[in-house]
């Protein structure tokens, strides 16, 4: 049914770029020109303009000309549990997200489950994105839980796994607690190949009761989990204007091990709250202006509140093209507010090396620095898109396509080698994304949940 764990993944082999353009995100090293980057069972050892650079016997060496070096991306929030609902929501009428997710969340089995994740990883990779926190909102069982922590290892990609309730669990009914104080004894640190670490998922004040929520959030606390919670649309106060996030600062429930989600109807004493607290806050813009209002990025940047970057679902539907979405991000806000504090480069920190540092792994990924581990994407810098050139940093954000990554290294694995995924299992996730959904939905109309 699935591969064996890592069956397919390539080796981590040694890399030497020669003569790239790096973009290394790293305050300290900023764009280098003809760099090379050294990289060593996984490790960035070397980020130098020394044309004499050593090359370690056997390593491969890439040549660099025309190519633009980035830290992969980092997405903070994404439910991979539905992505193979995407072709089924649309703007028919009860074909919204919601009613899709009612209607088909409970038919997956976990090969569905496996594959809905490994597809969006696999999408993920192709678009250079090289850790992903899985926010998943859909834990139907103990064993759901353990598919998804092995389609995210089997995928190579870095990332967290937060663990939720079952997709319309009743507000009075917490979430499974006595598995998630099982949960981490099944993946000890030797089976996570330092890829992973794990979250918890959680309804919140809004959503649950007071017991239910504090029953929740006190077992993640007990068990050092980091906690993330969406505040969207307020469930309970028709038209509420306010993320009444300072309620929960009161309440103790805000820290910097919490992620909130979208809080796009934030006020100044909200925002105020978050900075104070040192919560972070992972906004996915697409969905956000879709569906929620406006994402508050001037406002949040200009309170000094940690903030990355979110695709949020497949399923909205939407596609996770972090160019486009960093483009559309900062002519919105360019409209909005004009702040200054939304330039390219600051869009791009924070798909990058914010986005680390909200899943606590600044110190290992979001920048070309030596010591961290190499998640690291090539850009054709000679597509015509990216011509006559200039500041880098300013040409992806406001011209760059994900079809201009070209090589992707995650942790030093090579998952996009000039395009391609390297994958066996990867590829299948693919190809194999129309038949399965098919069979989900037929498993849904069977049981009458489905027209
Ligand atoms: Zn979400």
């Known amino acids: 049914m699935f591969p064996e764990p890592e069956s397919d993944l390539p080796e981590r082999g040694d890399l030497v770029l020669s003569g790239v353009t790096a973009v290394t995100m790293d305050p300290c090293l900023g764009d280098l020109e003809h760099a090379t980057v050294t990289v060593t069972d996984g490790v960035i050892t070397s980020v130098t303009t020394d044309a ?15 190519l633009l070096a980035l830290p992969g991306f980092v997405d903070t929030h994404w439910h991979l549990w539905n992505s193979l609902l995407r072709g089924s929501v649309s703007d028919a009428p009860g074909r919204d997200y919601f ?21 969006a990883l696999a999408e993920a990779v192709t678009a250079g994105i090289t ?32 663990y939720g309730p079952r997709d319309s669990t009743p507000a009075d009914e917490p979430m499974d607690l006595d598995d998630l104080r099982r949960f981490s004894a099944r ?40 906690i993330t919670m969406h505040c969207d649309r307020c469930l309970r106060e ?20 919490v992620q909130i989600v979208h809080a796009v109807h934030a006020s100044p004493d909200d925002i105020a709250a978050l900075a104070a607290t040192g919560t972070r806050i992972s906004l996915s813009p697409i969905t956000e202006m879709r569906t929620m209002g406006f994402p508050l990025f001037s406002e949040l940047f200009k309170a000094g509140v940690p903030v990355s970057l ?17 483009r559309a991000v900062e002519a919105v806000e360019a409209a909005r507010t004009g702040s200054p504090e939304v330039t390219p480069r600051r869009l791009l920190q924070m798909a990058t090396l914010d986005g680390a540092h909200d899943l606590g792994l600044g110190d290992v990924t979001g920048s070309i620095t030596p010591g961290k581990r190499a998640d690291l994407l090539l850009i054709d810098a000679r597509t015509p898109n990216l011509l006559p050139s200039g500041d880098p940093a300013e040409a992806l954000v406001r011209q760059g396509r994900a079809t201009d990554i070209v090589t992707v290294v995650v942790d030093g694995r090579v998952l996009l080698d000039r395009g ?5 299992s990867a590829q299948a996730a693919i190809s194999g994304a129309d038949d399965r959904r098919d069979v989900l939905v037929e498993r849904a109309r069977a049981a009458g949940d489905w027209r």
């Open 52 to 66: 004499d650079a050593a090359t370690p016997p056997g390593a491969t060496v890439i040549d660099g000309s025309g």
């Open 187 to 226: 993946w000890p640190a030797e089976r996570l190949d330092g890829l992973l670490d794990f979250g918890v998922a959680l309804r919140g004040p809004y959503r649950t009761p007071n017991r239910v929520c504090r029953s929740e959030w006190g077992a993640a606390r007990e068990l050092g989990l980091p």
């Open 310 to 326: 979110s695709t949020d679902t497949l399923a909205m539907p939407t596609a996770p093209d972090v160019f486009t979405t960093l």
């Open 238 to 257: 028709e038209g509420c204007r306010s993320c009444g996030l300072t309620r929960l600062a009161d309440e103790d429930l805000l820290g910097p091990d």
């Open 131 to 162: 850790t992903v926190h899985n926010w998943d909102h859909n834990v139907r069982s103990p064993e759901d839980a353990d598919v998804n922590v092995k389609a995210q290892l089997d995928a190579g990609v870095r990332g967290r796994f937060s």
């Open 420 to 424: 391609r995924l390297t994958q066996p």
């Open 99 to 119: 009613a899709v997710k009612r209607a088909l969340g409970p038919h997956h089995d976990l090969e569905d489950f496996y594959w809905a994740a490994r597809f």
